[in-house]
């Protein structure tokens, strides 16, 4: 990589790390990698957080977030976990629609199940 | 909009929760324990930030807690001087008599993550050994909220069989037993092979479920969300 490039890549960085060339190539290089992985790495950690405010939001009227899903899948609503996070942060009594839409649906199935109770199991 | 949230004062200031310890189970306890001072229980909880969403938790009457099991006789918290033959060891039921709050510190501080942020979790968890609550000013002070969740002594759940299920109970195992040791023998046999039996159907019952997993679209359903 060019070393002026390598400078301006390197600004901000902390010791030597941003004035010589040897340490500066060297951390911007792996920067540049934590930077790529981390990328990837964001996305299961928002992935991770949507899912944990969603339990939070469906325990609050007793339900989990297994359950949860798997109503709102058996019933084909649409809705994704981004969007979810969002109405149990911003708009609960939304999101308590949505729960108590789920909890209809759950109460239709087998347990642990999208086979509605009218079909049999097997 | 994750950071944005702690900045509205209804979502950030910190609600207190009272918890009287008695007669709890040490671990379920600190399940709860641990998840309050966390947050978890609130829609906005953010790993990222754990300081601002977590709570403050007081818990009454540590002497009353309640192991399962032997574990006042066999279990032992253990520590280190640093110097040889420094260990030092207390069994659960002296350290019931020493120091009661550490009973339910030690379980607490175990189920928080192990980082930076573990010691002022921890200063948030207030242990007293008695009813009075030194804190009730403060709570008072503060917003109440719904999600505070306030537990009381432990109450044991109340089974109620019915007549069905105490007959599917013994589905089964109803086996004639005499009193030689050739029917002990059959009768060991028959119980094995049930236990195999019983195995073999769960191991194809989950394998049959493998496929059941995914979604049916089934046709749609009259009773659709309006809005």
Redesign the interface.
């Known amino acids: 990589m060019n070393i002026d490039k390598v400078f301006k890549l390197a600004k901000g960085f902390f010791g030597r790390s941003k004035n010589c060339k040897s340490l500066a190539r060297e951390r911007v290089e792996k920067g540049l990698e934590y930077n790529y992985v981390s990328r990837k790495l964001k996305k299961r950690d928002f992935r991770?957080?949507w899912i944990?405010?969603?339990n939070?939001?469906a325990?609050?009227h007793e339900m989990t977030y297994s359950d949860f899903q798997r109503g709102l899948?058996?019933?084909?609503?649409e809705i994704n976990r981004k969007i979810l996070?969002?109405l149990?942060?911003?708009e609960?009594f939304?999101?308590k629609?949505?729960v108590d839409?789920s909890k209809?649906t759950v109460s239709n199935l087998h347990p642990k199940?999208?086979?509605?109770l009218d079909q049999p199991k097997? | 909009?994750?950071r944005a949230?702690f900045k509205n004062p209804l979502t950030s200031s910190h609600l207190w929760h009272v918890i009287d310890a008695s007669g709890h189970r040490v671990g379920r306890l600190a399940t709860k324990i641990s998840e309050l001072l966390r947050g978890?229980?609130?829609?906005?909880?953010?790993?990222s930030v754990p300081l601002e969403c977590g709570d403050y938790v007081v818990v009454l009457n540590a002497h009353k807690v309640e192991f399962t099991g032997k574990k006042w006789d066999q279990k032992m918290y253990r520590k280190h001087s640093g110097y040889p033959g420094g260990l030092k060891e207390t069994l659960a039921k002296d350290m019931l008599v020493e120091n009661p709050e550490h009973i339910i510190r030690h379980a607490v501080m175990g189920m928080i993550p192990k980082n930076n942020s573990k010691f002022y979790l921890g200063k948030r968890l207030k242990i007293y050994d008695g009813i009075f609550n030194p804190h009730q000013g403060q709570i008072t002070a503060t917003p109440s909220s719904p999600?505070a969740l306030n537990i009381g002594p432990f109450v044991e759940k109340q089974i109620e069989p019915t007549q069905e299920q105490i007959d599917e109970y013994y589905a089964g195992y109803k086996l004639q037993i005499n009193n030689d040791s050739q029917s002990f023998d059959l009768l060991e046999t028959k119980v094995r092979s049930h236990k195999d039996q019983l195995k073999r159907e769960r191991r194809l019952l989950r394998k049959?479920?493998v496929n059941?997993?995914?979604?049916?679209?089934?046709p749609?359903?009259t009773?659709?969300?309006d809005?």
């Open positions: 991770k957080m944990e405010r969603i939070a939001g325990r609050q899948i058996a019933s084909g609503v996070s969002e149990a942060v911003s609960p939304s999101f629609v949505l839409h209809n199940s999208y086979i509605p097997n | 909009m994750s949230i978890k229980h609130k829609p906005i909880y953010d790993r999600i049959k479920r059941e997993l995914k979604p049916l679209r089934s749609p359903k009773e659709e969300i809005n």
